[in-house]
């Protein structure tokens, strides 16, 4: 393996040193114009470059008016208070009494102690920065907090990955994971008899889930949950100490935006592993009546994070009557919905075609045909990887001939833009 290591360093000292060809030498002279070009232009007209939220994007905007909208973020959400002094030492010093005591409690053990102390060299606050979601109407944006440095990081991972795996053994009648998931599960539905002409699609997504989910009572529903599937302990520790663990990394959330320091009171920070895990749990609980009545009627449910999916076979009035109420289950979930008999969820069109369901591959309106060209650098399994992904999604989600004519149709387009 030394060895192995000097050759590889040798390497790539040599291909440093060497000189480039004289085509690569203009290519690459070319490319730095291009880039200080892009940079005058936009520090001159006071432009953002962002990527976007999904769809891999670039979003290029004024400045002032990017911060506005995250300035109404802020406001809107009302879940961040501005803070005076730098709490940081504060919290990296509860982190760690937290860990000692509990180990001197024989409420962890010492490995676990050892996983989930911060390393006091490394720690620093949190950053916060957000991503446009060019998909939605008024480009609204998405925070992001880079907390992979952060004092609680380590024990958010580690929950994580003790809890998650429960969470998805517990739910995944209700779970959708990908769209050939959502496909064989929407078959499993058809094979019961009850998809007629008339059956309609409901979608709806939650309001910024990770960001209104009330702490407290988030914190009580992962233990309810726990509890309620028979765990009094979750490798060895007692519910009541997952709870703490938990608690510190929800509540603890310190982060630098601009030139100021904020602290996250409702919710938990996108960015963090653990906020997927509880704000699932805290789902779990607030769907349990949507749950409750789609089984009753032996209909359709399934939730991918923050968007849902049902089949409904009564009116639509009464659809709409139980898509008001539930706005009203919790003040901090909100929901937006659509109701028809052809709708997108992920990356599937769902279509009832006079009680017969066709499926199909669905591009978002904002999504660009964008893939890595064919004359970059990168190594050629990676271009063979992306015809070999885009054909067995088309094949997989294309419930007819045409359909998936169609779309190899957009693929041989897609990969003829990019060369």
Known sequence: FQEYSHQLLDYF???????L????????????????SIRKKIKQQNFVIRLTDKGHNFYIGSAIQFEKKAQKFFTDTNAFIELTENPFNEILNKVVQLLNNLHSKKLILKWQHKVMMPDRKTTELAHLYFNPKTHKDNIPVRPIENTIRAP?????????????????????????????????????????GIFKPSTLFCTFDIHNLYTMLPQDEALNILVEFLYVHGYKKIKGIPLDTIRKLASIVIKENVFVYGNKIYQQTTGGAMGSSFTLTLANIFMWKWQKEFVRQQDITNEFFGRYIDDI??????????????????????PNIKLDYTISQSLPFLDVLLTNDNGILSTSVYHKPSAEPYVVPFISDHHPHVCANIIETVLTRAVRYSSTFEAFNKERRNIKLMLLYNG
């Not at 000292?13 to 000189?19: G, I």
């Open 13 to 19: 000292h040599h291909s440093y040193y060497t000189p």
């Open 21 to 36: 060809s004289y085509k690569d030498r203009i290519q690459a002279q070319e490319q730095a114009q291009i880039v200080a």
């Open 152 to 192: 609680t990081t380590n024990i958010s991972n580690f929950l994580d990955k003790i809890i998650r795996p429960l969470f998805d053994k517990q739910c995944y009648t209700t779970t959708i994971i990908d769209g050939a998931h959502l496909i064989r599960r929407m078959n499993r539905y058809i094979s019961r």
């Open 309 to 330: 999916l049902m089949t409904w076979n009564r009116s639509e009035r009464e659809l709409k009557e139980l898509l008001d109420q539930a706005n009203t289950w919790h």
